[in-house]
């Protein structure tokens, strides 16, 4: 039997787009993935999503958004994908040996913060410890905080908070930034930054939240603590799309390509991508919302033009 729509992956991508697609009566099947729930799962006091004035836990929100898309009956099985074909139709999808057949496919898989992999740093996560300026710079109203990086990326979140912090350390590996030169120099300019060169962080401190970081100086070895009130990884993301390798066209660091148009469409007719998947810039749960919305309306339109 092959289905209307098969969506691979969850996150607010993949449950706005099963809610919209169901409610269109394309009865989709959702394969969420063992780790369900992007990226939200991970944080704890979610403040920007519309609807929630007094702010909504990561997972409860992800929740809310799971039991919406059932209501409107749409199949969710806590799988991994762990293969495709997109070459002809129907798509072909496989979790383990098992095939299933779709006439569309949305893809939500999302990507993922890339992390130091310190000690500490998976307990603390949440706790003090973020990837993500946007989402939570707003808690660190006049703190001290910590951004380990050194590309755009790292100076665009180090900019950023210092819309709240009271001062933002930028803590790099080598003696120079491999970011843009417009970039650095915004940030080497900005009273609140500070820059502490030829630096790794070696533990990030703290039992129930960030209390410090323990560094390391590469040219001496000398060690030393430093108190902090948050620590924000900028090292960049790897959206999560080595399944599509060779099905799908994308671009040099593996985000999926959309075709341009306006649409959420692949480089495959009748392959969309919704998400984080395809979105290297905003990254928010709620334009990942918004690109599921849009994935499953031009999934209805393109099967109804078949």
């Avoid at 944080?43 to 409107?72: C, H, S, W």
């Avoid at 959206?239 to 649409?263: A, I, K």
Wanted: with cysteine; proline share 3%.
């Amino acid at each position: 039997m092959s289905e209307n729509l098969i969506i691979i992956g969850s996150g607010p991508a993949g449950l706005t787009a099963a809610i919209y697609a169901a409610r269109a009566n394309l009865k989709p099947l959702l394969f969420e993935g063992s780790q369900a729930g992007g990226q939200l799962m991970l944080t704890t006091d979610v403040e920007n999503y519309p609807g929630f004035p007094d702010g909504i836990l990561g997972p409860d929100l992800m929740d809310q958004m799971r039991k919406q898309a059932e209501r409107f009956e749409t199949r969710i099985e806590t799988v991994d994908v762990t293969r495709v074909d997109f070459s002809s139709r129907p798509f072909r999808v496989w979790v383990g040996t098992d095939e299933h057949h779709a006439e569309a496919v949305i893809i939500s898989t999302g990507a993922s913060a890339r992390w130091l992999d310190l000690p500490g740093e998976e307990r603390l996560r949440g706790r003090g410890v973020s990837a993500c300026a946007t989402c939570d710079g707003f808690f660190f109203r006049e703190r001290q905080i910590v951004v380990v990086g050194g590309g755009d990326s790292a100076m665009e979140e180090a900019m950023f908070l210092t819309k709240f912090a009271s001062k933002v350390t930028i803590i790099h590996r080598r003696d120079e930034f491999r970011a843009s030169a417009i970039m650095a120099k915004r940030a080497l300019d900005h009273p609140k930054i500070e820059v502490v060169w030829n630096t790794v962080v070696e533990e990030m401190l703290g039992e129930d939240e960030l209390t410090g970081i323990r560094i390391r100086n590469l040219e001496t070895g000398a060690t030393a603590e430093m108190k902090t009130d948050g620590l924000f990884v900028a090292i960049g993301h790897t959206p999560n799309t080595e399944l599509f390798q060779g099905q799908l066209e994308m671009d040099e660091v593996g985000y999926l390509t959309l075709r341009g148009d306006g649409s959420t469409g692949t480089s495959v007719d009748g392959v969309f991508a919704a998400g984080d998947v395809a979105d290297a810039i905003y990254r928010q749960a709620v334009t990942a919302a918004g690109t599921g919305c849009q994935a499953a309306i031009d999934v209805e339109r393109w099967l109804h033009q078949e």
